[in-house]
């Protein structure tokens, strides 16, 4: 899986950019030599939507189960203070 945490940063730099590749996606990335600045040839990394919609549905039940903590959490914090 790609990293997607910086993708929209880079993306409004044209640093990035989605493209369809058959049935699945791909996200090429512009590459550069660091010494010269000279481009390299694009970054290709394949993206199936499949492996993003497990990757979102993970982290959605991920965050329920933190709400849940939390919310046991915050119970403890108003028994104590009763």
């Not at 000279?38 to 919609?53: F, H, Q, R, S, Y």
Request: hydrophobic fraction near 40%; glycine fraction near 4%; proline fraction near 2%.
């Amino acid at each position: 899986m790609i990293n997607l945490k910086d993708y929209q940063d880079k993306k409004k730099q044209s640093l990035v950019f989605s493209i369809k590749a058959g049935k699945d996606y791909a996200i090429t990335t512009k590459k550069f030599n660091p010494d010269t600045g000279a481009n390299l040839p694009d970054e290709v990394i394949g993206v199936k939507m499949i492996e993003l919609i497990d990757k979102k549905k993970a982290l959605q039940d991920e965050i329920a189960e933190i709400d849940a903590f939390i919310a046991d959490c915050e119970a403890l914090n108003v028994e104590v203070i009763k």
